[in-house]
Nanobody, 113 residues
């Protein structure tokens, strides 16, 4: 059974940075296409970043140039480096194994002064 555990969320000031981690257990990360989603209060969950097993990455327009998705297959971990954070980035961030349709529990990111 594949499980995903996110970490790295927290409170950060506008303009700051955070790195989220998603540890994958029970499976082989190199086989999987992985994504990061986020859900702000009162809003629908939205796709933020995608990383395919072949190395393709893509981002929602609002985070392009600020966020970077990466993976370390040896550590079975997917990362989301978030720079130049804005208050509108505040949300619960979720890791998702796409074809397996498995979600992590989420990690809260709050951007506020």
């Amino acid at each position: 059974q594949v499980q995903l555990v996110e970490s790295g969320g927290g409170l950060v000031q506008p303009g700051g940075s955070l790195r989220l981690s998603c540890e994958v257990s029970g499976g082989i990360l190199s086989f999987y296409s992985m994504s990061w989603y986020r859900q702000a209060p009162g809003k629908q969950r939205e796709l933020v970043a995608l990383s395919t097993a072949s190395g393709f990455t893509n981002y929602v327009d609002s985070v392009k140039g600020r966020f970077t998705i990466s993976r370390d297959n040896a550590k079975a971990t997917v990362y989301l480096q978030m720079n130049s954070l804005k208050p509108e980035d505040t949300a619960v961030y979720y890791c998702h194994a796409n074809l397996l349709d498995i979600w992590g529990q989420g990690t809260q990111v709050t951007v506020s002064s």
